[in-house]
């Protein structure tokens, strides 16, 4: 029988379930994996270092996971790939060994470094460096909070051969943590470019955990027992494809569909899906169910990778102060906007009065009356919201007049005004994401095991040429037929859209291969542009581009500057892109009579 490696995807944020690890041990995995860092957690990481010098990585990991299940991995072997060493891995490691010794275990941990060139930043601002999205000039060496490339899965797969129980690595791309394994096992070089995509690929849909596996899923009301839902696995062969599932008895829910609404969340080109180790091309994968709970994949192709890698750095940029206050009763959205508009009114003078500059930035958000969908009917009827309002200033202090002042309508404007004892809110540094590219080759990367340092430079198989990409031929768009109805999208696709940094992405995927035309024929881009016109900046042209993935009877939509600065350095509420689906299901698409699913009750105008 061909060899199969299981790789459990156990973490999919700082913060993720504790219920993972041990459903995903006992079910049986060769590896865990187990991914923490997103850029804001590397700032936050960075920051906690600079206040104590023995911080700075992830003791979620330590103290949940390697702690409290350190027994039953190494009763059962399983091995731990984790980015959870943040920008300090030998701090990590130094308690990780810790808790071994004291529970009478030695085992052997792996260090993967190179990432973190902070140190670099003074050169990079000399040599005029600009953001690789926008345009924007590299901010100040000293405002700087992180700076890591992401490195591959090469030195992972280095540390593995070199007998690590466990490699803990900084900054690398999410995907490697399972792409690094499967290489180690199955002898893949950078020449199998066909497998390192579909390793990839299996690490993209591990790394968000429980996304794979009912987790936001479109269908939600099909997904049981989330108080339980199990973790993904992937059950790996060497020829590159793999089946996705989950450990027996738990809850969630695994089909073509949560598979494939999770292989496009967080992408743009689906067929140049960038990481450092290939470029791969995920718009001819496959998926069929093969048995409950099951998925078999197929038919991921890579291309040789690029010769640099992504910097991300992280820097302050002033401070931002949030508030929220519940208004109840009639007309609340009314109220809370006045309401709202009085208060940074008054503050404004206040600030004019003590010779402070203005805010910088401020912004309101009726949460509850479609603040994330525009202008939005629903508002009159709201009978009970959040009034968010978030000012932005370089300096502390005229932030604390807004938060002197905030509360004070509760007995002052807008009757139905009420607050939370104890949640007081509080002010925050504003973290901005700067990205570049950086040659590999000024890059090295190194292993640290049982002492011995071992250097692990890129090996390039080739070099991607964006020019030799085949795109899918569309297919025109049908003509109308005699009977036509609108039915809203939802009923023939499923979605899902997440963030890229101030850019957000939705897929779209055809529950039917014969809805996928009329979805293409009502999803234009202009369509898509119209429909989400809000997101984007007053006087910003709207930017969607819009890709074809036939494989999986998918479009995906890339919508560049739509998230108001992207992660925390937005103001906006749904600054993850979280949501963005299901706004775009929600529109009507017209589709022949004798096509139109039955749409549910709870879909139904007036319902």
Not at 51 to 66: I, L, Q, S
Not at 109 to 124: H, K, M, T
Not at 468 to 484: F, L
Request: aromatic share 6%; charged share 20%; hydrophobic share 45%.
């Amino acid at each position: 029988m061909s060899k199969t490696v299981r790789i459990g995807g156990a973490c999919a944020f700082l913060g993720d379930s504790a219920t993972a690890a041990p459903q995903l041990i006992a079910a049986g995995v060769d590896y865990l994996m187990l991914d923490y860092l997103a850029e804001v957690t590397m700032s936050a990481l960075a920051l906690a270092k600079r206040a104590n010098p023995k911080a700075g990585y992830a003791r979620d990991f330590t103290e949940w996971v390697w702690k409290e299940n350190l027994p039953a991995l190494i009763a059962q072997g399983v091995k731990i790939v984790t980015n959870a060493g943040g920008v300090n891995p030998h701090a990590a490691r130094a308690r990780m060994e810790e808790i071994a010794a004291a529970q009478g275990f030695k085992v052997r941990v792996a260090i993967v470094e190179g990432d973190d060139i902070a140190d670099r930043a003074a050169a990079f601002a000399e040599a005029g460096v600009t953001e690789m999205f926008d345009g924007r000039p590299f901010p100040a060496p000293e405002r700087i909070a992180s700076m890591n490339a992401y490195l591959g899965a090469g030195p992972i797969a280095r540390a593995l051969a070199a007998g690590a129980d466990a490699v803990i690595t900084g900054r690398v791309v999410d995907s490697a943590l399972a792409l690094g394994p499967l290489m180690h096992e199955f002898g893949w070089g950078p020449g199998d470019q066909d497998l390192l995509a579909a390793g990839t690929l299996v690490g993209h849909v591990l790394e968000c955990g429980a996304q794979a596996t009912g987790g936001l899923f479109t269908d939600w009301r099909e997904v049981p027992d989330w108080a339980h839902i199990g973790y993904p696995i992937a059950e790996c062969t060497a020829d590159g494809t793999f089946i996705v599932t989950k450990p027996p008895g738990s809850g969630g829910l695994v089909t073509p569909a949560t598979v494939a609404e999770q292989m496009l969340y967080e992408v743009g080109d689906p067929q140049a899906y960038i990481v450092p180790d290939v470029v791969c091309d995920f718009s001819t994968v496959k998926m069929r169910q093969d048995g409950p709970d099951r998925v078999h994949v197929s038919g991921t192709r890579g291309r040789p990778a690029t010769t640099t890698y992504k910097v991300c750095a992280t820097y302050e940029d002033g401070h931002r102060l949030t508030t929220l206050t519940p208004v109840l009763g009639m007309e609340a959205a009314a109220k809370a906007q006045r309401q709202a508009e009085a208060l940074l009114t008054r503050t404004a003078e206040m600030l004019r009065d003590r010779n402070m500059s203005p805010f910088r930035a401020t912004r309101v958000d009726i949460v509850g009356a479609g603040a994330s969908y525009g202008d939005d009917p629903a508002a009159s009827r709201a009978r009970e919201v959040l009034c968010k309002i978030a000012v932005e200033h370089e300096e502390e202090a005229p932030l604390k007049v807004f938060l002197r002042e905030y509360a004070s309508p509760i007995t002052s404007m807008s009757v139905g005004t009420t607050m939370w004892h104890g949640l007081e809110p509080k002010l925050a540094p504003i973290v901005r994401l700067f990205s570049c590219l950086v040659p590999k080759a000024d890059v090295p990367a190194t292993v640290d095991v049982d002492g011995q340092r071992i250097r692990v430079d890129f090996a390039q198989a080739g070099v991607f040429d964006p020019a030799a990409i085949s795109r899918p031929t569309a297919a025109e768009a049908p003509a109308p037929e005699a009977t036509m109805v609108d039915v809203p999208l939802v009923t023939l696709a499923w979605g899902r859209s997440g963030d890229k940094g101030d850019a957000f992405n939705v897929g779209i995927i055809a529950r039917q291969a014969d809805y996928l035309p009329w979805i293409r024929a009502a999803l234009t881009q202009a369509r898509v542009a119209s429909h989400f016109a809000h997101e984007f900046a007053a006087g910003a042209a709207p930017r969607v581009e819009r890709f074809e993935v036939p494989g999986t009877n998918a479009l995906n939509f890339l919508l560049q500057g739509a998230l108001g600065g992207g992660g925390v350095a937005s103001m906006r509420v749904d600054m993850l892109a979280k949501g963005k689906a299901q706004q775009l299901l929600e529109i009507p698409v017209s589709v022949p009579r004798h096509l139109a699913p039955d749409v549910p009750a709870h879909l139904r105008a007036g319902a």
